[in-house]
Each structure stands twice: as C-alpha cells, then as structure tokens.
C-alpha cells in the first residue's frame, strides 16, 4: 500500500530563515508526489509535483522540493521564509491505479517576525 | 480562468438528514474527486469521477454516493447524517482522466470546501 508520512506536526521558523517541511513516502512503482499547501478555513492550493527528472522540483511562491530516491523522501524548502508562508501544508502521493491521493498528515508551519 | 467551486459554504444539518454538496471543475477538467478533511482524521479520498462514471470510491459507507453529470459538475450525497460526519468536503478537479491512462499524475485543483455541520 501506498502511503505518506510526515514526521512533524509543527514547524517554527523565524522570518527571512531557511526552512524545511519534512516528507517520507512509501510506494511501489514509480511515485508520484505533491504538495499543497491549505490556509485557515480554505481548500488546498497547489504548490509543486515529482514525477520524474531532476530531483529539484521548483514550485509556487518560492517553494522548492528535493527528490531523494535513496532515502524515501520529498521534503519541501524554501531558502527564505515569509511570516505569510505560515500555513498547513501536505504531501501526498497519487495511487496509480485509482487516480486518488493520499496525503500525509499535515504540518503546521509558523513563521514568526 | 474560474478555478473550482463549491456550493454552499456552509451547511447545517441534523442527524439523519440527507446533505447534498456541489461542485464545479475546472472548464476543461473531466474528472472530479471527493474528499472528506474531519478534525483528527486528516484528509480522506471519498470518490473519484470521470466521464460520467464513478471510477473509485475511499473506504465510506454506501451512505456517501454521488454523480458527475454531462457538463463534468458534479454532486455529493450523504444520506442519513450521522454526527461523525461533520467535516470540510473538498472537491477537486483535474484534466486527463481516463484519457490520460490510470497512470496520470496531472495535479488536482481544489476548491474552498463546503463545511458540514451535523446537530
């Protein structure tokens, strides 16, 4: 079965930092991972997908991940925080077969001035 | 270019009521999916749709059905409502379903959710 985990619940992070949310996959096959990031009260926006190719994936609003096929895993970064950046964020992975994702559990991320 | 959306924004139902929730793709998109975000339960794929066709369904009872209709909208149902089921139902759509093979990996839009309440 396929799945995601990420290992912390929350993140703390003092502005203008680098800053890395954590993401460790298990799949079979080929993965195919994203992630989205979800304001208060709001539904989730895309930031960035893996799929195949270089292993540095550049996203949305600065936001970067870095494939790692040896160690299982797709942390998400970004060299320069923004207290705006302070959001949940997921990771997921698409089956393969039944067009779902399965997400992580989320991270809160809190960027503080 | 409208993203996707949802209606309504909010719901309040009691137990044992039916909910219906709608969702529009993207123009463009044919396929939809369903999924449930309930406090402490994470999010959680209800349904996925394509072409008209429930192409598969998240581990929920058959309680939870739904329809996509020919312009690719399409409708939630949650029949006799349990307390349980109060959550923030995300719909999301996406381009290339069956059409881009079982294999796609193109990304899913999401829209604002529409929040259940069920007294």
């Known amino acids: 079965a396929q799945s995601v985990a990420q290992p912390e619940d929350q993140v703390n992070v003092a502005e203008g930092n680098p800053l890395t949310v954590k993401c460790t996959y298990s799949?079979?096959?080929?993965?195919?991972l994203f992630w989205y990031v979800q304001y208060p009260n709001r539904g989730l926006q895309f930031l960035l997908k893996?799929?195949?190719?270089?292993?540095l994936v550049k996203g949305s609003y600065g936001f970067e991940a870095e494939f790692n096929k040896s160690q299982t895993s797709f942390h998400l970064k970004k060299p320069s925080a923004l207290v705006s950046d302070s959001a949940l964020y997921f990771c997921a992975v698409r089956e393969s077969q039944g067009g779902k994702l399965i997400f992580g559990q989320g991270t809160e991320l809190s960027v503080k001035p | 270019e409208a993203g996707v959306t949802q209606s309504p924004t909010h719901l309040i139902k009691t137990r044992g009521q039916q909910a219906t929730l709608r969702c529009s793709p993207i123009?463009?998109?044919?396929?939809v999916y369903w999924y449930q975000q309930a406090l402490g339960l994470g999010l959680q794929f209800l349904l996925w749709?394509?072409?008209?066709?429930?192409?598969n369904r998240g581990n929920f009872p058959p309680r939870f059905s739904g329809r996509q209709f020919p312009n690719y909208s399409s409708e939630l149902n949650v029949n006799a409502l349990e307390l349980e089921d109060s959550a923030l139902y995300l719909c999301?759509?996406?381009?290339?379903?069956?059409?881009?093979?079982?294999?796609?990996?193109?990304?899913?839009?999401f829209g604002p959710g529409t929040r259940l309440t069920v007294l």
């Open positions: 893996y799929i195949t190719g270089d292993n």
């Open positions: 799949v079979s096959g080929n993965p195919y």
């Open positions: 123009s463009g998109h044919t396929s």
């Open positions: 999301a759509s996406s381009s290339a379903g069956l059409a881009g093979g079982y294999g796609s990996y193109n990304e899913q839009f």
């Open positions: 749709y394509d072409e008209g066709e429930e192409r």
